[in-house]
């Protein structure tokens, strides 16, 4: 199973867009920030493929933007 996920700041405006499976979401290791110190702060997303996911990473980062862009 594959998932979009955001994470969030206190204030509950998204800091990070991901892509992933298994654990990915819940541990900071392979990114370059920090996760939220709660799961509360981490929203999931899933989807029945990895390609389906992929398009709504794209779509999250596209609403949301990058800070190295």
């Not at 867009?17 to 900071?28: D, E, L, P, Q, T």
């Not at 929203?43 to 794209?58: H, L, M």
């Amino acid at each position: 199973m594959f998932y979009t996920y955001l994470w969030l700041r206190e204030d509950g405006t998204p800091y990070y867009v991901g892509k992933g499976s298994g654990n990915r979401a819940f541990i900071s290791s392979a990114h370059g920030v920090h996760k939220p110190v709660t799961r509360e702060r981490i929203i999931v997303q899933n989807f029945e493929s990895e390609e389906d996911a992929f398009e709504a990473e794209k779509f999250l980062i596209a609403c949301y933007g990058r800070l190295d862009n």
